[in-house]
T-cell receptor
Framework: SAVISQKPSRDICQRGTSLTIQCQVD?????MFWYRQQPGQSLTLIAT?????????ESGFVIDKFPISRPNLTFSTLTVSNMSPEDSSIYLC???????????FGPGTRLTVT | SQQGEEDPQALSIQEGENATMNCSYK?????LQWYRQNSGRGLVHLIL?????REKHSGRLRVTLDTSKKSSSLLITASRAADTASYFC???????????FGKGTSLLVTP
């Protein structure tokens, strides 16, 4: 399975600022996703990161709030813009094996907004 | 939207006992995957079971799938304190790879 790293692992940010989270994979992957896990909750899909084109967002998530880049098949970024305390969550990137459908997750970025 | 629902929400057992968690979902699926999460860290992939499979084993894990009832179960045999974690099922609807997660079962294994 692919090895996935995320930076930063955690951060404490002030209201109104933005944070960019990086996701790096050790091999080329077709499918890459970003999820959010609010405190005590399950995971919710934010968007599918498409290489070379705009991300595909799920209902309730918009590009202005969560811009995503995917410049190549091993790297993606998620920006959380104009943050509020409600954005305090763990943000996780994942990759899916195109043949097996198995999906693997990075270690997550724990974001606290004050 | 969350498709899966795990049952029970919390489970407490002693080391050596077996732990069974159930997952129900609402729509047709290609695959169902089970994950473990320790203390709010990243998710560890445990097992994937395809819609045409009924049972799958991996070490101390046994997963069953009943597509007619839209349900799955995860059995952990001979549990250990290190199995203490939250367990999630996730389904991919027929449309693709994106996963819908259940709410999870919190498992506590005491020595």
């Amino acid at each position: 399975s692919a090895v996935i790293s995320q930076k930063p692992s955690r951060d404490i940010c002030q209201r109104g600022t933005s944070l960019t989270i990086q996701c790096q994979v050790d091999s080329q992957v077709t499918m890459m996703f970003w999820y959010r896990q609010q405190p005590g909750q399950s995971l919710t899909l934010i968007a599918t990161a498409n290489q070379g084109s705009e991300a595909t967002y799920e209902s309730g998530f918009v590009i202005d709030k969560f811009p995503i880049s995917r410049p190549n098949l091993t790297f993606s970024t998620l920006t959380v813009s104009n943050m509020s305390p409600e954005d305090s969550s763990i943000y996780l990137c994942s990759v899916a094996e195109s043949l097996s459908y198995e999906q693997y997750f990075g270690p997550g970025t724990r974001l606290t907004v004050t | 939207s969350q498709q899966g629902e795990e049952d029970p929400q919390a489970l407490s057992i002693q080391e050596g006992e077996n732990a069974t968690m159930n997952c129900s979902y609402k729509t047709s699926i290609n695959n169902l995957q089970w994950y473990r999460q320790n203390s709010g860290r990243g998710l560890v992939h445990l097992i994937l079971i395809r819609s045409n499979e009924r049972e799958k084993h991996s070490g101390r894990l046994r997963v069953t799938l009943d597509t007619s009832k839209k349900s799955s179960s995860l059995l952990i045999t001979a549990s250990r304190a290190a199995d203490t974690a939250s367990y999630f099922c996730a389904t991919d609807a027929n449309s693709g790879y994106a996963l819908n997660f259940g709410k999870g079962t919190s498992l506590l294994v005491t020595p």
